[in-house]
């Protein structure tokens, strides 16, 4: 369930062990769990946009499109999950 505020993007309700941004970033992994001081809660770490989250915040730029990316499907209903990147 999401709630649209006139052209605001939509902040999705925190469901099951998903309530904060810290059990948020710590899931997704991949260096984010040590930005969850950066997120004052879980609507912040929602509205956050790429330009937001690289000048106010400063987040390099693998992190914010991970933590993108992740906000969206989450905002689609799919839940974090870890993923570990390529041993490349």
């Given at each position: 369930?999401?709630?649209?505020?006139?052209?605001?993007?939509?902040?999705?309700?925190?469901?099951?062990?998903?309530?904060?941004?810290?059990?948020?970033?710590?899931?997704?992994g991949r260096g984010c769990e040590k930005f969850t001081d950066k997120?004052?809660?879980?609507?912040?770490l929602f509205r956050a946009d790429s330009l937001a989250m690289k000048?106010?915040?400063?987040?390099?730029?693998?992190?914010?499109?991970?933590?993108?990316?992740?906000?969206?499907?989450?905002?689609?209903?799919?839940?974090?999950?870890?993923?570990?990147?390529?041993?490349?």
């Amino acid at each position: 369930a999401t709630e649209k505020v006139g052209r605001q993007i939509a902040i999705p309700r925190p469901r099951g062990q998903f309530d904060s941004p810290a059990t948020f970033l710590q899931t997704i992994g991949r260096g984010c769990e040590k930005f969850t001081d950066k997120f004052r809660d879980w609507d912040h770490l929602f509205r956050a946009d790429s330009l937001a989250m690289k000048k106010d915040l400063g987040i390099g730029p693998k992190q914010r499109k991970w933590i993108l990316m992740w906000t969206n499907k989450y905002r689609m209903g799919i839940d974090p999950y870890l993923i570990e990147p390529s041993k490349k």
